[in-house]
């Protein structure tokens, strides 16, 4: 059955002259070494071309024509590839001539870029790509490729809509079900080379000898996948596990129990990735309830991990209760003094916006502004405000809007995906987190749409300067078919759609106006929360005589944390981007948009064209009933039917909030209410 559990990885298949042409070039596997991870590369092969071609293929002891070679420098196998610049991970595919037979060679410098490569060339035999001119190289451009998996010890995930963990800790460590070494298969198809295990609210039993033991279980099977465990830890685990006085940075014995946890970890993980923390945000403890910065908690737990070679992602994603300044400013204004203070085994991982995962938001103020720092991406590939599980809402183009924003840190050009592939500031230590969306769904993310964000994620975290669109049509020739009258309508609805959700969402720069806690659907009338920038109201300040946050010198001044090319540009309703206005300014409900409309009928002509799309949507999915098999059919459907009535509910509460405080009419020719 079509249940999505073999996501992008289904080798399915294909029709009889594929068949014959997967076969000539596929005609035995030519290896040198046995490491775990070589055979997984070979198995890999085997299974994908069995499954497409139904035809066995037997590894070699000797070229033969049509053979597939696998090769690294270290095997001695005289290649007609310089292996030079792939670096550990990186490699090339060719289609070249060895010992006078027509092979394809796969070359890297470890057996790790080799079953990379492998992924690859079975993406390009799935994909129904040319397989007998092949000439290709390709090395990540970013170091650190992680998974945050906001995992609860009890199994529950924090903000998962995919059913619950994928982690057995009950049964771990001496139970290993075959599902985790599926999810580093998928993971490792992408380029994805870290996980962190644990939620980043953090509890302290995960550093618990019980807990480090089920961790490096999950270590073993994952690493010949060439993925590393990482952990989230709670500041004050001393203090709850060891009865400490206090969780001081700069208290002796802290650091040392800190070296010590961290030497027992090593113990049990050799290759132990390091620490992720979550420090005094949202209630979490940290080094400043000590009067200490975080630079002074981060270097701390740094020094712990630095004889092993480990490191510490610090999240700057921080705002406090009791701190009036703009909750957009506080990020930055906590971590920019910070700059060049932090050990060199520490990065920043700051969330692609300043406040929260908004359907849209500005890029984050601190890139380009911490040059001496290498800051980490944080995208959050779970989709707490863009519908959850069932919006059909692809995140690549979020991902991709944030990583070519320009910065202007270093003048034109300096994009956010310099500032975090380190080429920007020349640092070698870099990464990009992403927020898991997976559960023990049976399609492991909560819809087969999401498989794609996933799959996007990992693809852009690979090369962040691959475009939406392109990996969309990867995605959908490997997860349906590479037949264009499904690939072509599938990637043309994934492409408008994250646009569709901010419309009925968010227009027009508009953010954190979703109901309160969960998340999932519209509140924008709230204004009961005791703490006030949790309460919508705070963020679209609507009143009778306009909508807005005004963020510019007038208001609290956020654009000033920009480069002062962008400040300027951001100051200026006129010259601001439009999509981003209203978080940027507050502006009368009769101002002028580009389009000569006024802004109340800008956002309600937005309104309504999320609700079109979203049926566009639905009539290409139906014409597409013929291609597609009736289970994935069926349940994005369903889901689309879903959709359509939350964008209508979305527009329909939102317009008649924003109408009992305007108390404008509906443009001429904006849809009923339903
Ligand atoms: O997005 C918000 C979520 C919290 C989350 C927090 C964070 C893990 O609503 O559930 O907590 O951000 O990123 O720390």
Same mark, same amino acid.
């Given at each position: 059955?079509?249940?999505?559990?073999?996501?992008?990885?289904?080798?399915?298949?294909?029709?009889?002259?594929?068949?014959?042409?997967?076969?000539?070039?596929?005609?035995?596997?030519?290896? #040198?070494?046995?490491?775990?991870?070589?055979?997984?590369?070979?198995?890999?092969?085997?299974?994908?071309?069995?499954?497409?071609?139904?035809?066995?293929?037997?590894?070699?002891?000797?070229?033969?024509?049509?053979?597939?070679?696998?090769?690294?420098?270290?095997?001695?196998?005289?290649?007609?590839?310089?292996?030079?610049?792939?670096?550990?991970?990186?490699?090339?595919?060719?289609?070249?001539?060895?010992?006078?037979?027509?092979?394809?060679?796969?070359?890297?410098?470890?057996?790790? +870029?080799?079953?990379?490569?492998?992924?690859?060339?079975?993406?390009?035999?799935?994909?129904?790509?040319?397989?007998?001119?092949?000439?290709?190289?390709?090395?990540?451009?970013?170091?650190?490729?992680?998974?945050?998996?906001?995992?609860?010890?009890?199994?529950?995930?924090?903000?998962?809509?995919?059913?619950?963990?994928?982690?057995?800790?009950?049964?771990?460590?001496?139970?290993?079900?075959?599902?985790?070494?599926?999810?580093?298969?998928?993971?490792?198809?992408?380029?994805?080379?870290?996980? !962190?295990?644990?939620?980043?609210?953090?509890?302290? *039993?995960?550093?618990?000898?019980?807990?480090?033991?089920?961790?490096?279980?999950?270590?073993?099977?994952?690493?010949?996948?060439?993925?590393?465990?990482?952990?989230?830890?709670?500041? &004050?685990?001393?203090?709850?596990?060891?009865?400490?006085?206090?969780?001081?940075?700069?208290?002796?014995?802290?650091?040392?129990?800190?070296?010590?946890? /961290?030497?027992?970890?090593?113990?049990?993980?050799?290759?132990?990735?390091?620490?992720?923390?979550?420090?005094?945000?949202?209630?979490?403890?940290?080094?400043?309830?000590? $009067?200490?910065?975080? /630079?002074?908690?981060?270097?701390?737990?740094?020094?712990?991990?630095?004889?092993?070679?480990?490191?510490?992602?610090?999240?700057?994603?921080?705002?406090?209760?009791?701190?009036?300044?703009?909750?957009?400013?506080?990020?930055?204004?906590?971590?920019?003094?910070?700059?060049?203070?932090?050990?060199?085994?520490?990065?920043?991982?700051?969330?692609?916006?300043?406040?929260?995962?908004?359907?849209?938001?500005?890029?984050?103020?601190?890139? =380009?502004?911490?040059?001496? &720092?290498?800051?980490?991406?944080?995208?959050?590939?779970?989709?707490?405000?863009?519908?959850?599980?069932?919006?059909?809402?692809?995140?690549?183009?979020?991902? *991709?809007?944030?990583?070519?924003?320009?910065?202007?840190?270093?003048?034109?050009?300096?994009?956010?995906? $310099?500032?975090?592939?380190?080429?920007?500031?020349?640092?070698?230590?870099? +990464?990009?987190?992403?927020?898991?969306?997976?559960?023990?769904?049976?399609?492991?993310?909560?819809?087969?749409?999401?498989?794609?964000?996933?799959?996007?994620?990992?693809?852009?975290?690979?090369?962040?300067?691959?475009?939406?669109?392109?990996?969309?049509?990867?995605?959908?020739?490997?997860?349906?078919?590479?037949?264009?009258?499904? !690939?072509?309508?599938?990637? /043309?609805?994934?492409?408008?759609?994250?646009?569709?959700?901010?419309?009925?969402?968010?227009?027009?720069?508009?953010?954190?106006?979703?109901?309160?806690?969960?998340?999932?659907?519209?509140?924008?009338?709230?204004?009961?929360?005791?703490?006030?920038?949790?309460?919508?109201?705070?963020?679209?300040?609507?009143?009778?005589? =306009?909508?807005?946050?005004?963020? &510019?010198?007038?208001?609290?001044?956020?654009?000033?944390?920009?480069?002062?090319?962008?400040?300027?540009?951001?100051?200026?309703?006129?010259?601001?981007?439009?999509?981003?206005?209203?978080?940027?300014?507050?502006?009368?409900?009769?101002?002028?948009?580009?389009? =000569?409309? #006024?802004?109340?009928?800008?956002?309600?002509?937005?309104?309504?064209?999320?609700?079109?799309?979203?049926?566009?949507?639905?009539?290409?999915?139906?014409?597409?009933?013929?291609?597609?098999?009736?289970?994935?059919?069926?349940?994005?459907?369903?889901?689309?039917?879903?959709?359509?009535?939350?964008?209508?509910?979305?527009?329909?509460?939102?317009?008649?909030?924003?109408? #009992? !405080?305007?108390?404008?009419?509906?443009?001429?020719?904006?849809? $009923?209410?339903?």
């Amino acid at each position: 059955a079509e249940d999505g559990y073999d996501l992008w990885l289904r080798y399915r298949p294909v029709e009889a002259a594929r068949s014959t042409d997967i076969a000539a070039r596929t005609t035995g596997i030519v290896t #040198s070494g046995d490491s775990p991870t070589l055979a997984i590369a070979v198995a890999e092969l085997q299974r994908g071309v069995e499954g497409m071609t139904g035809r066995q293929i037997a590894p070699l002891s000797a070229l033969r024509p049509g053979a597939l070679v696998l090769a690294t420098p270290r095997t001695g196998t005289a290649m007609p590839i310089d292996t030079g610049r792939l670096g550990d991970e990186g490699y090339a595919i060719r289609s070249t001539q060895m010992s006078g037979a027509p092979v394809t060679l796969i070359a890297a410098n470890s057996d790790r +870029g080799l079953l990379y490569g492998v992924y690859h060339w079975l993406r390009l035999a799935q994909g129904g790509a040319a397989l007998d001119r092949i000439d290709l190289r390709s090395a990540p451009r970013i170091g650190l490729r992680l998974l945050n998996h906001w995992d609860n010890l009890d199994g529950t995930v924090e903000r998962g809509y995919a059913g619950m963990s994928i982690w057995d800790w009950w049964r771990l460590p001496d139970y290993k079900g075959p599902r985790y070494a599926d999810y580093a298969r998928a993971n490792a198809s992408l380029g994805i080379n870290g996980t !962190v295990l644990n939620n980043v609210n953090a509890k302290a *039993e995960s550093l618990t000898p019980a807990y480090i033991a089920k961790a490096a279980a999950l270590a073993h099977v994952f690493r010949p996948y060439g993925i590393r465990v990482y952990l989230s830890v709670r500041w &004050t685990a001393p203090m709850e596990l060891d009865g400490l006085k206090t969780a001081d940075p700069l208290d002796p014995q802290v650091a040392a129990w800190w070296k010590a946890k /961290a030497d027992e970890i090593y113990r049990a993980i050799p290759d132990f990735g390091g620490f992720l923390v979550k420090a005094n945000s949202e209630g979490q403890p940290g080094p400043q309830d000590y $009067k200490r910065t975080h /630079a002074d908690g981060a270097n701390m737990l740094a020094a712990a991990v630095k004889p092993h070679g480990g490191i510490v992602m610090w999240r700057a994603f921080v705002y406090q209760h009791d701190n009036p300044e703009d909750r957009a400013k506080q990020a930055y204004s906590d971590f920019k003094p910070l700059d060049g203070q932090f050990a060199d085994n520490v990065m920043v991982q700051v969330k692609n916006g300043a406040i929260d995962f908004q359907p849209r938001e500005p890029f984050h103020p601190l890139f =380009g502004a911490m040059p001496r &720092t290498p800051l980490m991406m944080e995208f959050q590939i779970t989709k707490e405000y863009l519908g959850q599980s069932t919006h059909l809402t692809y995140l690549g183009p979020l991902f *991709e809007e944030v990583l070519k924003a320009d910065t202007f840190a270093k003048g034109r050009g300096s994009t956010v995906a $310099k500032v975090i592939d380190g080429s920007l500031d020349g640092h070698r230590l870099t +990464g990009i987190a992403g927020v898991a969306n997976i559960g023990v769904d049976r399609d492991w993310s909560g819809s087969i749409f999401n498989q794609a964000d996933w799959y996007a994620f990992g693809r852009m975290a690979w090369n962040p300067d691959l475009p939406a669109e392109a990996v969309a049509r990867e995605w959908a020739a490997l997860a349906f078919s590479p037949d264009p009258r499904i !690939v072509d309508p599938v990637v /043309a609805m994934m492409m408008g759609s994250r646009e569709a959700a901010v419309d009925y969402m968010t227009p027009l720069g508009l953010s954190h106006v979703m109901a309160t806690g969960h998340h999932y659907g519209p509140g924008p009338w709230v204004s009961d929360l005791a703490r006030p920038e949790w309460n919508p109201v705070y963020y679209h300040k609507a009143d009778a005589s =306009g909508i807005g946050f005004d963020r &510019t010198a007038s208001g609290s001044d956020a654009v000033a944390q920009y480069a002062p090319q962008v400040a300027k540009m951001l100051a200026n309703p006129k010259t601001a981007p439009e999509r981003d206005l209203l978080w940027f300014h507050h502006l009368p409900w009769s101002y002028r948009l580009k389009s =000569g409309e #006024s802004l109340w009928d800008g956002m309600v002509h937005r309104y309504d064209r999320g609700v079109a799309y979203v049926e566009d949507m639905q009539r290409t999915w139906d014409s597409l009933r013929p291609l597609i098999d009736p289970e994935r059919f069926a349940q994005t459907q369903a889901f689309l039917r879903i959709q359509r009535r939350e964008a209508q509910w979305w527009r329909d509460a939102s317009i008649a909030y924003f109408q #009992s !405080v305007n108390r404008l009419p509906l443009p001429a020719g904006s849809a $009923k209410p339903a």
